[in-house]
C-alpha cells in the first residue's frame, strides 16, 4: 500500500514555462516532505523540502506547496530550464522514515 | 568533498548465487541507509544505522538479507542466496547528525544488481 503517490509518470514542458508536479499522501502523521531530483546512472538528490507547520517554502526557482487538508503536495519550476529535465520523486517522512513516489519523468524541450 | 561511495557499480549473478555491496558514506555522517529501488518505482528503505546501531531494519528481508556496519563508517548489505525478484538498484545513503529527521539524505550511484 503506497503511501506516497505521484499519480503523473511523465511531464513535458517548453523551456521557460512553469513546470508543476504533484503528489499526494495517505499518512497524515507525516512530519516532513521533500522533493529529490534523480538523473540517469545517478542516485537521488535533494532539492527542497517543507515542514508539516508550513504551507509553502521558496528556494530560487523551485517552490514546494503543501495543502495537507488535501494530503497534496506540489513543486513549481519557474522558469523550467533544459538542465531540470529528469525525474523527480516526492518523500514524506516521520521518524526518520522516508517514503518515496514512483517518480515523474520531466521533459524540458528547447 | 567526497560524496557516498558505492561498490560495484553493476553485478549480474544466477539465482541462489550470494552478493555483497559496500558503502562508504560522507564522513561525519553518523546515519546510514541502505534502500532498493526497483524498475519504476520510488526507492524503500532497507535499513537505517546510526553509528553501529541498527535502529530501524523492519523491511530487511532477514532470511536472506544481511548488513553490518562495524565500525559505525563503512557498510555491507549481503544477499544469500539471490532469487530473481532481488533485480534491482540497491542505494545508500547518508545523514548529518540531526538533518535525517528532515529527510535531507546524500544518496550514493547505487548498485545496479541483475540476478538470472
Known amino acids: 500500500d503506497q503511501q506516497v503517490k505521484q499519480n503523473s509518470p511523465s511531464l513535458s514542458v517548453q523551456e521557460g514555462r512553469i513546470s508543476i508536479l504533484n503528489c499526494d499522501y495517505t499518512?497524515?502523521?507525516?512530519?516532513?516532505f521533500l522533493w529529490y531530483k534523480k538523473y540517469p546512472a545517478e542516485g537521488p538528490t535533494f532539492l527542497i523540502s517543507?515542514?508539516?507547520?508550513?504551507d509553502k517554502n521558496e528556494d530560487g526557482r523551485f517552490t514546494v506547496f503543501l495543502n495537507k487538508s488535501a494530503k497534496h503536495l506540489s513543486l513549481h519550476i519557474v522558469p523550467s530550464q533544459p538542465g531540470d529535465s529528469a525525474v523527480y520523486f516526492c518523500?514524506?517522512?516521520?521518524?526518520?522514515?522516508?517514503?518515496f513516489g514512483r517518480g515523474t519523468q520531466l521533459t524540458v524541450w528547447p | 568533498e567526497a560524496g557516498v561511495v558505492q561498490s560495484p557499480r553493476y553485478k549480474i549473478i544466477e539465482k541462489k548465487q550470494p552478493v555483497a555491496f559496500w558503502c562508504n558514506p560522507i564522513?561525519?555522517?553518523?546515519?546510514l541507509y541502505w534502500y532498493r529501488q526497483n524498475l519504476g518505482q520510488g526507492p524503500e528503505l532497507l535499513i537505517r544505522?546510526?553509528?553501529?546501531?541498527?535502529?530501524?531494519d523492519s523491511q530487511l528481508p532477514k532470511d536472506r538479507f544481511s548488513a553490518e556496519r562495524l565500525k559505525g563508517v563503512d557498510s555491507t548489505l549481503k544477499i544469500q542466496p539471490a532469487e530473481l525478484g532481488d533485480s534491482a538498484v540497491y542505494l545508500c545513503?547518508?545523514?548529518?547528525?540531526?538533518?535525517?529527521?528532515?529527510?535531507?539524505?546524500?544518496f550514493g550511484e547505487g548498485s545496479r544488481l541483475t540476478v538470472l
Open positions: 518523500a514524506a517522512g516521520s521518524l526518520g522514515r522516508l517514503y
Open positions: 517543507i515542514s508539516s507547520i508550513k
Open positions: 564522513s561525519g555522517h553518523n546515519t
Open positions: 544505522y546510526e553509528n553501529e546501531e541498527a535502529v530501524d
Open positions: 545513503a547518508s545523514s548529518l547528525p540531526g538533518t535525517g529527521d528532515t529527510g535531507e539524505l546524500f
Open positions: 499518512n497524515s502523521m507525516f512530519d516532513y
